[in-house]
Nanobody, 126 residues
Framework: QVQLVESGGGLVQAGGSLRLSCVAS????????MGWFRQAPGKEREFVTAIVRSGGSTYYGDSVKGRFTISRDNAKRTVALQMNSLKPEDTAVYFC???????????????????WGQGTQVTVSS
């Protein structure tokens, strides 16, 4: 069982930056691939980025490539999302998620992730 708590959301102007953090409970954090998803009002939840358990590989949604960076610190049981060059269309609730250790789904699939945080609001003003 993993519990996830996100922080760092807020209001920022277009072109600005925010850094989201997600802290996980439990001693087995390093066993989980981790991801960030987001959900805008009236839209389905979408994949943002993911990082494998070792931190050796990362994946990004097309809309955030080159602007967002995911990282993790297994010793501190944290995963971070650095968001630069923010756009109004990045406005959403951002969720941290931990993937089940064994899954038939790819890292971009919501179904792969067994544990979710409560979400943190990011609002980008134009």
């Amino acid at each position: 069982q993993v519990q996830l708590v996100e922080s760092g959301g807020g209001l920022v102007q277009a072109g600005g930056s925010l850094r989201l953090s997600c802290v996980a409970s439990g001693r087995t954090f390093s066993m989980y691939d981790m991801g960030w998803f987001r959900q805008a009002p009236g839209k389905e939840r979408e994949f943002v980025t993911a990082i494998v358990r070792s931190g050796g590989s990362t994946y990004y949604g097309d809309s955030v490539k080159g602007r967002f960076t995911i990282s993790r610190d297994n010793a501190k049981r944290t995963v971070a999302l650095q968001m630069n060059s923010l756009k109004p269309e990045d406005t959403a609730v951002y969720f941290c998620a931990a993937a089940a250790p064994y899954s038939v789904y790819g890292v971009k699939a919501e179904a792969r992730y067994a544990y979710w945080g409560q979400g943190t609001q990011v609002t980008v003003s134009s």
